[in-house]
């Protein structure tokens, strides 16, 4: 793995939200989350909506407070800086949103949108003539003229306001982007075009990305490393080619297996169907959160929350997975399908 960037380390954010049916107040969306992201690789983050994948995001944007754990980037903390500091932190992580109709402000011209960071880190471009020629540098960067500053929002298309999202993202030099679903609201053409100019930023600029996206197609194309995510925990994280070719746990296999457009090992062909809904935040289950739901799931799964163990896969090649019966990696998705009924 490259050098580590971003270490988050038993990341934990709870809400307090009206009264469930058993009485909690406590919604826990993120339950001891701890990852790392390498400078310049994509960390793939994958899980059902609700699993606590925006909250991620938004607490590594600062935009949420934890209750527990820390975020360090290259050893610092952010949530104990203040003043400039802070304000530098920031500048470190930025976001590009999914619905890039929704997400730029309609009144302004992409020059402005582009600039608009630039209010609160006057510093970056202090005058008017060095923000107009960085805005030009930047819309060329992602394949726009500096010429379509001076447009509106509405006079381009989907892909293209996409690009405008990626370049404000740019606009601050970050280290990290946060890329929240950026393709899926785009044609699918026009999606392979985005996801090329993200890979070639990334080379040119050395940016690490967390690519949020519930297709897993597009993930496994994209991702160095993916995390999966359930009711708030990471249940297994890898190398994407390990995790896809190996899944461990069940509920990666089974969110692999629905997926029908994954080329796994030629495998990938049944589905498995997982008992009951997702349960709510509010109420996990005891031990371990994905056991209502696992064709696996033993009397221990009840009692006691499975730590995060090291699996080495036939290849030598290893991953963590929090499964106390993890799946058999010689075997394969296969064996897991046929284990669990599939369709
Ligand atoms: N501000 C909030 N107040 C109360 N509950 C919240 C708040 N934000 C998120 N939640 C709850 O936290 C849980 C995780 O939500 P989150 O939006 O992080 O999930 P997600 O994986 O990003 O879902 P999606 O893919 O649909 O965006 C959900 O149960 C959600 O209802």
């Known amino acids: 793995m490259p050098e580590p960037l971003l270490s988050i380390e038993g990341l934990s954010k709870t809400f307090h939200v009206a009264k469930s049916a058993s009485g909690n107040t406590r919604l826990r969306a993120l339950d001891g989350i701890s990852l790392t992201v390498g400078r310049g690789e994509t960390l793939g983050l994958v899980g059902e909506s609700g699993c606590g994948k925006s909250t991620l995001a938004r607490t590594l944007m600062m935009l949420e407070t934890p209750d527990e754990g820390t975020v360090s980037f290259e050893g610092t903390n952010p949530f104990g800086l203040k003043g400039k500091e802070l304000l530098a932190w920031r500048r470190r992580v930025q976001m590009v949103f999914q619905d890039p109709f929704a997400s730029l402000n309609a009144r302004m011209s992409a020059g402005d949108i582009i600039a608009e960071p630039w209010a609160t880190h006057r510093s970056l471009y202090p005058t008017a003539k060095a923000r107009a020629d ?98 708030g925990r990471i249940i297994e994280t890898g190398e994407t080619e390990e995790v896809f ?42 031990g371990c959160r994905f056991r209502t739901r696992c064709w696996k799931a033993q009397d221990i799964c009840a009692e006691v929350a499975p730590e995060p163990q090291v699996l080495t896969a036939p290849d030598g090649r290893r991953h963590l997975a929090e499964c106390h019966f993890p799946l058999d990696a010689a075997k394969g998705l296969t064996s897991a399908t046929a284990a669990a009924g599939a369709l």
């Open 134 to 231: 960085r805005v030009g540098e930047l819309l060329q960067m992602v394949g726009l003229r500096a010429s379509d500053a001076r447009k509106s929002p509405q006079e381009f298309s989907g892909g293209q306001r996409q690009r405008i999202g990626i370049a404000r993202a740019l606009a601050l030099n970050p280290d990290v982007i946060i890329l929240d679903e950026p393709v899926s609201a785009l044609d699918l053409s026009v999606q392979a075009q985005v996801l090329n100019l993200l890979n070639e930023l990334q080379k040119e600029l050395g940016v690490s990305y967390i690519f949020i996206s519930h297709d897993l197609t597009v993930v496994r194309h994209v991702a160095d490393r993916v995390a999966v995510m359930y009711l």
């Open 245 to 286: 070719d190996h899944p461990r746990h069940p509920y990666t296999a089974a969110l692999m297996s629905a997926s029908p457009k994954l080329d796994v090992s030629g495998a990938q062909r049944e589905r498995i169907v997982l008992k009951g809904e997702l349960p709510s935040p509010l109420d996990p289950p005891s």
